[in-house]
């Protein structure tokens, strides 16, 4: 889960308020997928109760106001995390594998499934294209990221094309 | 305009509907078949992608409907006209005076500076010299080449050079320009300076794109893909041709 460590980086800035927590993760990390204010106020409450943050209530204002400040633990937990390597995940059973198995094995076209998914494909990564050319610097490496990974599966899609023959012969079909 | 093709007969598309076409196309070298009744259907001012794997005879297709090879079979017409029935000093007008190409490896004249490269194609258009190299300096700033001028091909970066001959492919305001993998000797970033001027450029001045590359990153900048495979063009369901 990478909601409750993102916003513990964004406290070690600086001590912020659950609202100004919520607008930078949009700004930053939310992409069209603003967090909801009842998870951000939820997981600054599970942040404060494992001891990652203390919530400070601010004299003279409502008992919702809270500012809150990162501790030494939570810092340690950030670093921790930054420092460790993403693990690659090797995705030996995707559903695309899955579905032209069964496509040969059914004796429908694997090539024309995939074929459309390769088309699919395109069309997200002219959606990413069109977001990095007209995007601020971070939309186009985020849309870059996104790009190389559809474009992986694609070489999948093409590989497994020109295999399809030796496959059927393989799965029986 | 020659009278109406077998082509237009079939499918009867109104005038303006495709620019360029290639209907059931077949070609072989020797004894391999390179296109085994290939199609496939331009509009104008579109940008299309033609993948497909190496030896799938994407590039044969690209050359078929650029005039270049001439098919054993079928059919390729440009704005009305059949071009694979065209003799070839009329196909070498028609390349010269309606198409723009723009190679892999830039294929620059080495002996001549860059503008001279880029005002080729109006000078043996018949234009003056000094009218032709005054329009090619325009494309030095559209395509971010102001003070290369006067290089020789030796003298410019892969990126440079490719610019360069994506200008000597626009100066003459083709309708159609062929690209074959105009991207391929390039690393990823020059290599999308590149597609994003091109297609930036056709847009601008409605010229259709017919670009051949193995590559799904660049053909995310066109409009729309069609996929060669041992000879045919294959269309996911619910795609064009």
Redesign the interface.
Known sequence: MTVPLALLGLLEREPSHGYDLKRDYDTFFGRGRPLPFGQVYATLGRLARDGKVIAETEPGAGPERKRYVITEEGVSDVETWLAEPVQPEPHLQTVLFVKVVLALMSGRSA??YL??Q??A??DR??E??GIK?TGTIADALLADHA?FHV?AD??WI?LT??RLSALAEEVGA | MTPATALEAVEAPSPAAYVLEACDVSLSFGPTPALRGASVSVAPGEILAVMGPSGSGKSTLLHCLAGILVPDSGEVVFDGRRVDTLAEPERSALRRDRFGFVFQFGQLVPELTAEENVALPLLLGGARREAALREAREWFTRLDLEGLERRRSGELSGGQAQRVALARGLVARPDVVFADEPTGSLDSLAGEHVMELLTNSARDEGTTVVLVTHDARVAAYTDREIVVRDGRVTTAPGRAS
């Open positions: 090539e024309g074929d459309a390769r088309a494909h395109l990564m002219r990413l294209t050319r790009l474009e694609l070489r093409d094309t020109a």
